[in-house]
């Protein structure tokens, strides 16, 4: 973060770089631009500059301290959790159908019983009443949005090859026929579009001197909120070559939008359907943001007690944002260590409301209430463990 700030100090003062602009008000119009942006980073720079003084000594406890336990509490039956039930033999990731449902693939569930010839069958679970439904699709589920558009990964011969290796491309929307399409090389699955979308250039490396002039990549939204394109711009001074990333929101109007924000991830980039924003997710060494369609942003730092374990790189901990506020998810990077559980950070206060270790791949409901995770409690090293794990519903609004 440090390289960064000294980047655009050196390029306020020299500017040298900005010969491809023409007019004299853009530079300008840029250049204090780039001083609001020195000023965003410096809330980035936050988690590495923080007083941790009085955390210190609890750098390798195994369990919360003192000193730790005054920068959060510990709520565990806060909020309604259940389990879901675990006669399912999952072939893929868990993902809303709706408020109330969740899809995926499996290979059983209760009535059915699959084997190596058969393949995955996609159904639906009822996560209030249990009820399974089978949706007719057969297939890995890839992708499955908010608009009910989903996409499927179908092997036709699944006893003669490695699963899900190749085999044929379908889409459409849930409940209708789906229609079978290319796979495309070089391209990524955005989750909120469910369709193939080329990275772009801007995924590549820059090495060396005789890089282009630029390498560009949009990163798709909805259609009616139009895209983000994101362009590196090589500087070489002294020798030395630096690239700096410009963004900007291009509307579906055409109208184009400065955002004065870092390089976003391709995975971890989400559409929250309950407050029309888009979320990227990312671990707490750099703040996670949130970018509205109009073009305002904010960057979520994390609390500092999660801080602080990012600092002395004992846990990493993932965000992610619901209704009722930030969660945050540390996975310790070592063993023992009993710190791990989800953290609600809500009205300026951190409230542990689930223990165990938490999985990547956590979903929030469409409607920012309910959270969808894999827990492990207990010590997951452990060569009997007999504490509770699986896939757990928290009701975050009730």
Not at 116 to 132: F, Y
């Amino acid at each position: 973060m440090a390289n960064i700030k000294k980047i655009i100090k050196k390029n306020i003062c020299s500017y040298s770089w900005l010969d491809f602009f023409n007019c004299s008000r853009l530079r300008i119009f840029f250049l204090i631009c780039l001083l609001i942006c020195a000023n965003n980073l410096r809330s980035q720079e936050r988690l590495w500059s923080e007083d941790y003084s009085d955390l210190i000594s609890s750098k390798g406890a195994a369990n919360p301290t003192e000193e730790e336990r005054k920068y959060f509490t510990e709520e565990l039956d806060r909020f309604k959790k259940h389990w879901l039930r675990k006669d399912f033999n999952f072939q893929s990731d868990l993902l809303w159908l709706n408020d109330k449902e969740i899809a995926f693939s499996t290979l059983s569930y209760p009535g059915w019983e699959g084997n190596d010839k058969d393949a995955p069958r996609i159904v639906s679970l009822n996560i209030d009443t249990g009820e399974v439904k089978d949706s007719g699709y057969r297939g890995e589920l890839v992708c499955l949005n908010h608009k009910r558009d989903l996409m499927v990964r179908f092997n036709p011969s699944p006893e003669k090859s490695l699963p899900f290796e190749g085999g044929e491309w379908l889409v459409g929307q849930w409940g209708e026929k789906l229609r079978q399409v290319e796979r495309k090389t070089e391209h990524y699955i955005p989750n909120y579009l469910c369709q193939f979308y080329p990275l772009g250039d801007i995924y590549k490396n820059i090495e060396s001197y005789e890089a282009p002039r630029e390498l560009n990549r949009i990163i798709p939204l909805l259609p009616e909120h139009g895209g983000i394109k994101e362009m590196i711009v090589p500087v070489s001074k002294n020798n030395k070559q630096e690239n700096i990333i410009l963004s900007r929101l291009v509307r579906s109007d055409g109208n184009e939008i400065k955002l004065l924000i870092y390089r976003l991830t391709n995975k971890n980039f989400n559409y929250l359907t309950w407050d029309d924003s888009y979320f990227d997710t990312r671990i707490a060494n750099i703040p996670s943001i949130t970018i509205y369609p109009n073009g305002k942003f904010k960057y979520h730092n994390p609390p500092k007690l999660v801080g602080f374990w990012e600092w002395s790189k004992v846990a990493s901990s993932v965000s992610y944002r619901s209704r009722m506020g930030m969660l945050w998810t540390p996975t310790p990077n070592s063993r023992p260590w009993h710190k791990h559980g989800i953290y609600l950070e809500s009205e300026n206060k951190l409230i542990k409301i689930e223990e165990g270790q938490v999985s990547s791949g956590t979903l929030i409901s469409p409607n920012g209430c309910r959270l969808l995770a894999y827990i492990s409690r207990g010590d997951a090293l452990a060569k009997i463990n007999a504490s509770a794990r699986g896939y757990m519903v928290i009701d975050l609004c009730k």
